[in-house]
């Protein structure tokens, strides 16, 4: 399906006055771009320890908006935005639609500056959003885990064609070396495997797992700790994630993985505020405890790990930018004992024991 993309040209000042416009005429689902720096709070709730490098805010926005191309009627389940809603009251066609939005700012224009408000057209499809992506997910190897994209096949003796920075290595176990194959969907889902910081989180696992332990994998993304744990031979994993799209897209990707539905579970919730979810997962029951979330998540999550392991659990966390490396083994040695910190570029890996 085709798609024309619409941007207004317009002030800051201007950006919520344009977007209850455009929502009064049904067009919800809207893109804002402009360079008003992050606020504090804004960081906290985003988690972000990396910010974006924005040029100097100039006062200028850009609200952009989806209509499907044609002359003919939106599709009633979308309601002119791309947005599914229940049982629109009216439809525009696109045309329609565009006239109504131009009347919204000429009416706008009249008693606030909306700066230049020109409307910039540009096309795109589906397919763009949904699967543009993916040719940039190849099989590659971390450890003796290669992780292949569930839509790339297997050579005919099993083995995986790897490529990028994995090219040169045959695809073939070495001698002495198992190697293991995971495959992953991620959707929506956080998670391919690439980044440092799981890389970190599976050298750790590959270090410290035994077969039959109990895995906690807390912030479980597409589920790839998971699936690592249990091809190392975990004997139950418990998941978990905030977000419900991770959450179902972790369970499909255990389940593409062969890993046993009574092996494990995957929750929506949060570790550190929701102690029923804690005793769901089993208090003082875990070997492992992995976390692959940021620093401002592990700081608070340190304090409750331990009431979840075992004497002598493992606790493995990353996503740790070296900048907060100190503030987070702080913190993390008021609840268990540091006894490994590794570095990948400019990523750290805290690795404690429960004494």
Known sequence: MEWNKYTIKTLTTAEDAISGMLAGLGIYGVEIEDNIPLSEEDKKTMFIDILPEL???DGTAYISFYLQAGDGDVD???????IGIEEPESLMDEAETLEAVRAGLADLSAFMDIGEGRI???TT????WINNWKEFFKPFEVENVVIKPTWESLEKDGTVSLSGDDAGISGKDAPGKKRIVVEIDPGTAF?????????LCIMALRKYMKTGMRVLDAGTGSGILSIVAAKYGAGFIFGTDIDPIAVGAAGENLRTNK???DSFTIEEGNLIEDRALRERAGLESFDIVVANILADVIIPLSSVIPSLMKKGGIFISSGIIEGREEEVRKEVEKHLKVIDVVHMNEWVSVVAEKI
């Open 191 to 199: 998670g391919t495997g690439r980044h440092e910081t799981t890389r």
């Open 259 to 261: 890993v046993k539905e």
């Open 55 to 57: 040029p100097p805010d």
């Open 125 to 128: 499809r589906d397919e763009d």
């Open 76 to 82: 009633p389940s979308l309601n002119n935005s791309g």
């Open 120 to 122: 910039i057209t540009s």
